[in-house]
């Protein structure tokens, strides 16, 4: 158990529909990752919040946004689904921004879009 | 834009050793990360090298040569459970602290 906490655990809804993931990072971690796991892609960087601040972004798309909160817990909001966007989707925390900096990662929220 | 390869599959043999090689190309190294993954589970750290050498931890030890591009991760005595993905992962310089992850190597232990 890392101490990464996600919700939920599973998600199925239908295209055009939006959603919303959950994460609360370890106790002490000020930064929080998302990652997209797909089968044909491997684990793909999504975006980085630092201490409520936007840090470094990946290849996110439009229809996603992110954000953290004063408590350091963030959420992943995904719009205008498509079928397409079903994978795992993980989050991970480390204590700061960069550095020798280790991610742990939560256990996922596999999202499957019908 | 960075580029990681590792080998897709591997076997071995309980009781073996394995080294599983990542080559990488990128501007700006800032560390390499490999992560254990089990199907379905999230990834778990395993190692960091940030300069050339070798680093042991435990039946795991992970090399990397910078001029190279290159790390390699090996696993000793190897057990059934040890059955996962292996994710090797870059951090490049002005990113944040992002990772960049290959698409990570299949081990099958068997008996």
């Known amino acids: 158990d890392s101490g990464v906490t996600q919700t939920p655990k599973h998600l199925i809804t239908a295209t055009g529909q939006r959603v919303t993931l959950r994460c609360s990072p370890r106790?002490?971690?000020?930064?929080v990752y998302w990652y997209q796991q797909s089968l044909d892609q491997g684990l793909q960087f999504l975006i980085q919040?630092?201490?409520?601040?936007?840090?470094a972004k990946g290849n996110i798309l439009e229809r996603f946004s992110a954000q953290q909160f004063p408590d350091l817990h963030s959420e992943l909001n995904l719009s205008s689904l498509e079928l397409g966007d079903s994978a795992l989707y993980f989050c991970?925390?480390?204590?700061?921004?960069?550095?020798?900096?280790?991610?742990?990662f939560g256990p996922g929220t596999r999202l499957l879009v019908l | 834009g960075q580029n990681i390869d590792q080998p897709t599959e591997m076997t071995a043999t309980e009781g073996a050793i394995v080294q599983i090689n990542c080559t990488y190309q990128?501007?700006?190294?800032?560390?390499l990360f490999w992560y254990q993954q089990h199907a379905g589970e999230a990834p778990t750290f395993l190692s960091y090298?940030?300069?050339?050498g070798l680093e042991e931890k435990g039946r795991f030890s992970s090399f990397l040569s910078r001029s190279k591009g290159y790390s390699y991760l090996l696993l000793k005595e190897l057990q059934m459970k040890d059955s996962a993905s292996y994710l090797c992962?870059?951090?490049?310089?002005?990113?944040?602290?992002?990772?960049?992850f290959g698409t990570g190597t299949q081990l099958k232990v068997e008996l």
């Open positions: 990128t501007s700006g190294f800032n560390g």
């Open positions: 991970a925390s480390s204590v700061g921004a960069a550095g020798d900096e280790t991610q742990y």
């Open positions: 106790s002490g971690d000020l930064s």
């Open positions: 090298n940030v300069l050339d």
């Open positions: 992962a870059v951090r490049a310089t002005g990113g944040g602290n992002k990772l960049t």
């Open positions: 919040y630092y201490n409520g601040e936007e840090r």
